[in-house]
Structures are given as C-alpha cells and as structure tokens.
C-alpha cells in the first residue's frame, strides 16, 4: 500500500499573545502595553487575553528611525 502524501502548509500568525509580541520586538511586556496604550500598536481582547496583530508589529518596527551608529576607533594591541 502506497502512503497517502500530506503536504502541511505553516500559515504565519495573525495574532500573538503580549510575552510573544516583546520577544519579537525585544522589549519587555510592560513596553507592550506601553505600545498599545499609545495606539502604536494594535490589540484586541479575545476572553481574558490581549492579543497583538502582527503586521501592527511590522508596521510599527518599520516606522522606527534609522539608527546611527558611529563606529569606534580602538587604537590596536600592540599600542595600547
């Protein structure tokens, strides 16, 4: 007998939970909240749950000024 072939398709997320949304932006959970209350990002409650779109996480990383970062010159090893 031949196994039937099932092919799983991941489909991105729509909605993550707060913990989840600080990962991916590298804030903590209290930033978050932060975030929602200014309306940077978008939340909606599903029962007791907070629960942030994703593409407002986008929208808003990507709306984040360019960082300028100056490299710094370290005199080498040998003339420290």
């Known amino acids: ?3 039937a072939l099932v092919s799983k398709v991941e489909l991105p997320p729509i909605l993550v ?3 989840q949304a600080a ?5 903590g959970t ?7 209350g200014d309306g940077k990002i978008r939340a909606v409650k599903s ?3 907070t629960l942030i779109f994703v ?3 986008h929208e808003y990383a990507n709306g984040l000024p360019k960082a300028d970062v100056k490299p710094r010159y370290r005199k080498p090893q040998r003339l420290r």
Do not use: E, Q, V
């Open 1 to 3: 007998m031949h196994k």
């Open 17 to 19: 939970s707060i913990p």
């Open 23 to 27: 990962t991916m932006l590298g804030r």
């Open 30 to 36: 209290g930033a978050i909240y932060g975030l929602i």
């Open 47 to 49: 029962n007791a749950r």
């Open 55 to 57: 593409d407002s996480l």
